[in-house]
């Protein structure tokens, strides 16, 4: 049979674990490969098989799976330990690098998630301002905690509806939805409704995308936050160290009041971040009333790998060039587009089976999710992973070498 390893490994993880797998996205019908090895831009198989990875597990690993420089940063943090439960030098430097790159933060407090950075986001947005609504953006997706796990779609002044069993209605009665793109529905949102804490949004929506803010939007949500007194969470944990050292707020020149971080600050090992305008940061536990502790947090190997990640993109003057230079040899190598429309910033790019790129959520709904299901299945045979929805960001990294991009190409042009 063919797959055999895989399959097999997942009859078994059928019956220990939910679906089998550690993260729903995973489960890929009718079974998913088992990777037990990865290295640059491949991975390798239980079942033998090399495939170019263009996931790169959903957006961390911008240098590479298993990159030599990272791995000797991590083992020389090894030999020293790896968790203290007390403060380690790490902390103050990696500190330091964050809210130098990021305008919008003059300080910052580690955590281990990105659901954690920005579930602690929303809380100090609401002590600061002692106000109990937030808004998102439909489609927008900040992690798997009860806030802002609402179904997106509604309509913009419709209260949340729960995206899953187990979420108070009541809770995700205080989240609003907006149309991406649209600085009208957050403006009449925001003036129907004087509780609203906080707008949060991914600048570039990377969770249905890359769908790309079109003209003005963050300049103009920008303001519009400010005026109504609301403030502004950008939820960079895809496009922070991705689209560029300072992630959207320095490319679109965007200052929001708070910020989250995750993936790529972690150099592939689990963090998160979040930080923000000094007054609002110090409504913190121990030094403010807003309460946030964890365990991990700050823990001696993430911060190692991460500092060690962010310092090769500091000294590396081409590296975001490089990289956009990749995906744009890849958007060029596939000539004309006929039915599609393939989307890229930087390193992120995917192809959506809809005509003209979508601009938010309800457009994203309407591309061709069975073609794009036969076309996702065709490049795996093609020794192609892609991210199993035509929902999901794709990225390159520093390790897709030339070889790889032909490969990537050529696949495109055979399966599309
Ligand atoms: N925010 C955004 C924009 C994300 O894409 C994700 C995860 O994909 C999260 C938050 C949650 O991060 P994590 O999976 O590290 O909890």
């Known amino acids: 049979m063919k797959n055999k390893s895989s399959s097999d490994l997942f009859a078994l993880a059928k019956t220990l674990m939910p679906g089998g797998v550690s993260s729903p996205v995973r489960a890929i019908r009718p079974y998913p490969f088992y990777t037990t090895r990865a290295h640059g831009a491949h991975l390798e198989t239980a079942d033998g098989t090399t495939l170019i990875d263009c996931c790169m597990a959903y957006g961390p690993l911008i240098l590479g799976h298993a990159n030599p420089l990272i791995r000797k940063a991590i083992e020389g943090q090894l030999e020293k330990g790896w968790l203290y439960g007390t403060p380690s030098p790490l902390e103050p430097e990696f500190a330091k690098l964050l809210t130098d790159d990021h305008p919008g933060m003059d300080m910052v407090r580690f955590v281990s998630s990105g659901s954690e950075a920005t579930m602690a986001a929303i809380r100090l947005a609401r002590g600061f301002t002692g106000k109990k609504d937030i808004v998102k953006v439909e489609g927008g997706f900040h992690g798997a905690h009860d806030a802002v796990l609402v179904r997106a779609g509604s309509g913009a002044t419709t209260l949340g509806v729960p995206d899953s069993a187990g979420v108070l209605a009541d809770l995700v009665a205080h989240t609003r939805q907006v149309t991406y793109n649209d600085p009208e529905a957050l403006e009449s949102v925001l003036s129907a409704h004087d509780d609203v804490a906080a707008l949060i949004i991914e600048p570039v929506l990377g969770n249905i995308g890359p769908i790309l803010p079109q003209d003005n939007y963050l300049r103009e949500i920008r303001e519009i936050t400010k005026a109504h007194d609301v403030l502004l969470i950008f939820d960079e944990v895809i496009t922070g160290y991705r689209i560029g050292i300072g992630g959207a707020q320095v490319k679109y020149g965007v200052r929001p009041d708070l910020t989250t971080l995750g993936k790529i600050i972690g150099g592939g090992l689990p963090i998160g971040a979040f930080g923000g305008r000094r007054e609002i940061m110090e409504q913190i536990a121990p030094q403010g009333p807003v309460y946030q502790a964890g365990t991990f947090s700050g823990n001696p ?30 958007e060029e190598s596939m000539g004309g587009m006929t039915g599609g429309s393939f989307v890229r910033l930087g390193s992120m790019f995917k192809y959506f089976f809809r005509s003209v790129p979508p601009q938010n959520y309800r457009e994203v709904k309407e591309c061709d999710t069975a073609a794009f299901g036969a076309f996702w299945k065709r490049m795996l045979d093609a020794g192609i992973f892609l991210p199993p929805s035509q929902f999901e960001t794709n990225f390159l990294s520093a390790a897709h070498s030339d070889r790889d991009l032909s490969a990537l190409a050529q696949a495109y042009t055979k399966c599309r």
Not at 303 to 323: E, K, M, N, P
């Open 301 to 330: 190997l993430s911060l190692t790998a991460g500092i060690a990640t962010l310092r090769y993109l500091h000294d590396h003057a081409s590296f975001y060039q490089d990289l956009e230079q990749k995906t744009r040899g890849l």
